[in-house]
Nanobody, 124 residues
Framework: QVQLVESGGGLVQAGGSLRLSCAASGRTLSPYAMAWFRQAPGKERNFVTGISPSDRTTEYADSVKGRFAISRDNAKTTVYLQMNNLKPEDTAVYYC?????????????????WGQGTQVTVSS
């Protein structure tokens, strides 16, 4: 059984930074693609970023390009999301997810394993 646990969320002022972590238990993250999604109140859950097992492929939503960075430490079975220059519109619950494929997908339905989410609130 795969369990994903996010941490690192919180309240930050606009322009600030946060680093989210997603720790896996049960099975390792390798060799599967991992991703971060987010869901703002009253809105659908949307893809933020994803990373392949080899780290050679990363993909970002246009809204976070240049500000967010995804990375993974397969030895520590952890995926990270570094978020810089945060904006109020980044406020959401952030979820990490794992595929059973090496390919990154922007479709949440391609990810069978999910964490419980961590709240990120950016004040203006």
């Amino acid at each position: 059984q795969v369990q994903l646990v996010e941490s690192g969320g919180g309240l930050v002022q606009a322009g600030g930074s946060l680093r989210l972590s997603c720790a896996a238990s049960g099975r390792t993250l390798s060799p599967y693609a991992m991703a971060w999604f987010r869901q703002a109140p009253g809105k659908e859950r949307n893809f933020v970023t994803g990373i392949s097992p080899s780290d050679r492929t990363t993909e970002y939503a246009d809204s976070v390009k240049g500000r967010f960075a995804i990375s993974r430490d397969n030895a520590k079975t952890t995926v990270y999301l570094q978020m810089n220059n945060l904006k109020p519109e980044d406020t959401a619950v952030y979820y990490c997810a794992r595929r059973t494929s090496v390919l990154v997908s922007t479709d949440e339905h391609d990810y069978p394993y999910w964490g419980q989410g961590t709240q990120v609130t950016v004040s203006s």
